[in-house]
């Protein structure tokens, strides 16, 4: 049998990226943003890149943490639709 791993590309989905970026802050201790900036650096995806990764779920948790460090006003909403 062959290595699987060296033929099949690991294709990144929102539901995969939002349990790395959930794991990282778990495990690591991190902010979500931290935590995203972390998964983007580990599999090199592009900040740029992470619209289409966000999932609705990800994107409250990272305004919720925004609006507690006074980076988001209270009623604002992150640009990723």
Known sequence: MSDKSDKTPDFMTKAKFGKLVD?????LNLTYMDAIIHVCE???IELEDIKK???PV???????????LNFLEKNAELPFE
Do not use: D, I, P, R
Not at 58 to 68: G, R
């Open 23 to 27: 794991s990282a802050v778990l495990s």
């Open 42 to 44: 580990q599999n090199v």
């Open 53 to 55: 990764y966000v999932s």
């Open 58 to 68: 990800l994107k409250a948790k990272v305004e919720v943490e925004a609006m507690n």
